[in-house]
């Protein structure tokens, strides 16, 4: 099922699914929109077609490897990219990025240009905001507006402390995005880093979902939780 964000910006359509109104069955039930975690390709297939149907245009999809590319896109290209975020100026060419506890981030350039970013810790740490804020700004000099979609949450996402050491090494203001847990244990928040990077590249118009994917196992794909599971999309494109 697709979630719409009314009013994200004029002349912009966006949107973040949830795992619920598919035909994928367990343990990937139901609208999984991943095709490369064991699904049934048929599945898949016909969960992707429902997703164009209820956005009526074409999506675009990444092969996501936790990196730090952007990469532009046209409305006649051909093949998957490898990247963790893509960028479009063509109206009706909808942006997917896939997620199971990472943090989809999407964007838009006024109505000129539109983003869908790939946020996993390494990305974050790798530089993916600073990286498709440049290209956004190569495209459009509009005011830019973000959205932060369904993610881990800061009470969920448990890593060590090297993932803190790694932030801090890039800006020691980041640490304070890492909270004591168990033992040495740290709690991470996904969407303060990213919203910190944001504001740090000159974005102040940024709204979040507080939705967090590890605890609500009915409406969302968990890879920490559930390790063989589906993907989520955040999805957005120019009308």
């Known amino acids: 099922m697709l979630e719409l964000m009314e009013n994200f910006a004029p002349g912009v359509l966006s949107g973040f699914t949830t795992r619920e109104g598919g035909v994928s069955e367990a343990p990937y039930a139901s609208f999984n929109l991943g095709d490369h975690v064991g699904d049934a390709p048929q599945a898949v297939s016909d969960n992707r077609a429902l997703l164009e149907q209820s956005l009526g245009c074409k999506v675009r999809y990444m092969r996501q490897v936790h990196g730090s590319t952007v990469v532009t896109v046209g409305a006649h290209d051909e093949g998957v990219p490898q990247a963790d975020a893509q960028i479009t100026t063509c109206p009706d060419l909808a942006l997917a990025v896939l997620t199971a506890d990472c943090l989809p981030l999407l964007m838009c350039s006024g109505n000129q240009a539109v983003a869908a970013v790939h ?40 890593v060590g402390p090297e993932i803190r050491e790694a932030f801090a090494a890039q ?15 740290l709690l991470c928040d996904l969407r303060g880093i990213c919203r910190y990077q944001l504001e740090r590249g000159g974005v102040s118009d940024i709204i979040q979902s507080e939705a967090d994917t590890f605890s609500e196992p ?22």
Do not use: H, M
């Not at 800006?171 to 244990?185: E, H, P």
């Open 171 to 185: 800006d020691s203001a980041l640490t304070r995005f890492f909270q004591a847990g168990r033992g040495d244990r």
């Open 218 to 239: 009915n409406l969302y794909y968990s890879y920490r939780r559930e390790g063989v599971t589906g993907r989520l999309a955040g999805v957005i494109a120019l009308r």
């Open 119 to 158: 946020c996993g810790w390494r990305s974050l740490r790798g530089g993916i905001v600073n990286n498709a804020l440049a290209v956004l700004r190569a495209l459009s000099a509009a005011p830019i507006k973000a959205c932060l979609g369904p993610c881990i949450g800061p009470q969920s996402f448990v």
